[in-house]
């Protein structure tokens, strides 16, 4: 590569690593973990998004996994704009949960950062 | 995410399944502005500043629970000590301050209000002999007053006059509360180097050079810890069990600063300390006696007891100081028998006797806490076992309490309940060896040369 072009490609390189740290910083956001856990089958991410929806929660981030028959989902949710207060989002949630035989359990993302990070 | 899955499920784990909580919250309140020569005016002054200062307490703390998820048990006040203020009041009965004191905790909705207090480590003054003579009848009379004496240093030594006299008191405060198993004295602490900046019942007190208002937050989580230690298994070794537990540690107390920092920024008043103890509570799970147990020991009181507590205490600081610049308060272990089901279940076995648990004192943040005794023992022998503790305490410099209660006309074996976090336990034997001479001596135990380390 040209040193031009090196130079290029480390100048993506950090700007990219850059927009990703920024995206996960929590800045001035408000946000939360939401955790889904229970038996897998089809339908869960749809009625757990809906409930975002409805409460104009911004989902930020989602991951999730299925091992054996267990359905786990983790979502980063800003909800600085939610409709509503917290309190009523956080129990249409958790009564979802008890509903659809899910556990959903909501905490805010600060905590994490102050118990994992050094 | 930034924060891995594992991380996010490890700390749902230790909230909603391992009992991770906030014991308390702890609001300082400084009363000195109250002072005057009217007894009856400086209630109505401590009632009124109390009610403005900690009035929103309640409402934030559950506002700061919901929003965080993990709960904050409870919500406290700590004072300073009454016979520090009251000393300008024209009288001899400060019982009108105690039920003013009573009444504001009962309005905020909190469960107990600390500083009904004196320290009488050299000498005993006019105010704090009031405050100590009025001691049994203010907590007879309350249900959320708590009151502590502070005894000894290690800068003064122990004041023996003033040990014989809480022996008394003791005593007559069990009397007042007979119905209630002498419950009077689960609020009662005699202490020995007592911290000025506790936010733990019942000794806590808003003491020498702190602000005029501030919010202190207790953190606790046994649960937590004996998770992380079981999940070791059985045959690591020492230093990963140490490793662990510090690790932990400094989880639950970067949880605890954040909750307590965010409950001073809603009230408006400067964070003040985490203290960063391991405290139980009877419900299941929630023990420091199975921590202690989880190390590697049959039944907690049997050999190895105390040197599984030093480990355990040490690995809570360590995490704990690497965790916050803020720590203060007790910041250790607590081993509280009636409030930590494990250890009253060893102690009504006979695994776990008095004298082990003195030793245990000396390696933990507390001392002999939440002991149930026989009624019949004398105030002379109560006495001799808060010398022995606040000797421990005097010569090892930390500090050491002790929390006794004479169950009337209850015998070693029977069992008494208080209820709640009090919890229940059995009625502990004591020597029927008389220590009366030494303690009708009275005097002073001079200081010890740690003391004179200038």
């Known amino acids: ?118 | 995410m930034a924060i891995s899955a594992e991380e996010i499920f490890e700390t749902l784990g230790m909230v909603h399944a391992q009992h991770l909580d906030i014991r308390t919250v702890t609001m300082g309140i400084d009363l000195h502005p109250c002072a005057g020569p009217d007894v009856r005016q400086v209630a109505r002054q401590t009632y009124e500043r109390i009610m403005r200062l900690a009035g929103n307490l309640v409402k934030v703390a559950g506002e700061v629970e919901a929003d965080y998820g993990i709960p904050i048990v409870n919500k406290r006040v700590s004072v300073t000590p009454v016979a520090w203020f009251a000393a300008a009041c024209r009288t001899d009965d400060y019982h009108p301050i105690a039920l003013e004191l009573d009444r504001a905790a009962r309005e905020l909705g909190i469960d107990f209000i600390g500083g009904w207090t004196a320290t009488v480590e050299k000498d005993l003054n006019t105010s704090s002999r009031t405050l100590i003579r009025c001691i049994p009848r203010a907590l007879a009379e309350t249900q959320r007053l708590c009151s502590s004496v502070n005894i000894g240093t290690t800068r003064a030594g122990i004041n023996m006059d003033a040990v014989a006299l809480m022996g008394q008191v003791i005593k007559e405060a069990a009397e007042l509360t007979a119905d209630t198993g002498g419950s009077a004295c689960a609020r009662l602490v005699v202490f020995c180097n007592a911290v000025q900046d506790n936010p733990f019942m019942a000794g806590a007190f808003c003491g020498i050079g702190e602000g005029d208002c501030s919010l202190s937050v207790g953190i606790s989580g046994p649960g937590t810890v004996r998770a992380a230690i079981q999940t070791l298994g059985r045959t690591c070794d020492l230093l990963q069990v140490a490793e662990e537990v510090k690790r932990v540690s400094f989880k639950i107390t970067r949880a605890g600063e954040l909750i307590g920092r965010e409950c001073a920024r809603r009230l408006g008043v400067p964070f003040n300390i985490v203290d960063l103890s391991l405290a139980p509570t009877p419900a299941p799970g929630d023990s420091v006696g199975d921590i202690i147990e989880a190390i590697g020991l049959d039944r907690v009181g049997g050999p190895g007891t105390t040197a599984a507590l030093a480990l355990l205490n040490d690995a809570v600081k360590r995490g704990g100081a690497m965790a916050t610049n803020h720590a203060g308060g007790m910041s250790g272990a607590f081993i509280p028998v009636t409030e930590d089901a494990t250890m009253a279940r060893r102690a009504a076995e006979g695994a776990l006797v008095i004298e082990k648990l003195e030793a245990m004192t000396s390696v933990c943040s507390v001392g002999l806490d939440m002991i149930v005794i026989p009624g019949d023992t004398t105030p002379e022998t109560i006495s001799g076992i808060i010398a022995d503790d606040a000797a421990i305490g005097m010569i090892n410099k930390k500090t050491t309490a002790v929390r006794v209660i004479p169950a009337p006309g209850k015998r070693a074996g029977d069992t008494v309940s208080f209820g709640g976090l009090l919890g229940a336990g059995p009625v502990m034997a004591v020597s029927p060896h008389s220590c009366a001479v030494m303690i009708r001596r009275g005097g002073r135990i001079p200081a010890p040369l740690q003391g004179l380390n200038n």
Do not use: C, Y
């Not at chain 1, 072009?5 to 956001?29: N, P």
């Not at chain 1, 409460?55 to 939610?82: K, R, W, Y």
């Not at chain 1, 409709?83 to 009523?88: D, I, L, M, P, S």
């Not at chain 1, 909501?106 to 994490?112: G, L, P, T, V």
């Open chain 1, 1 to 118: 590569m040209t040193t031009n072009k090196k130079q290029k490609a480390t100048g993506v390189l950090a700007s990219r690593a850059r927009t990703l740290a920024d995206a996960h910083r929590s800045q001035s956001s408000t946000r939360v973990v939401v955790a889904v856990i229970g038996r897998d089958r089809p339908g869960i991410m749809a009625g757990v998004t809906a409930i975002m929806a409805a409460h104009n929660a911004n989902i930020v981030d989602v991951s999730q996994s299925i091992m054996s028959d267990l359905f786990t989902m983790l979502m980063l949710v800003e909800i600085d704009g939610l409709r509503g207060t917290f309190a009523a989002f956080k129990k249409e949630l958790e009564a979802h949960g008890s509903r659809e035989d899910l556990s959903i359990l909501i905490q805010r993302e600060d905590i994490f950062r102050a118990m994992h990070r050094v």
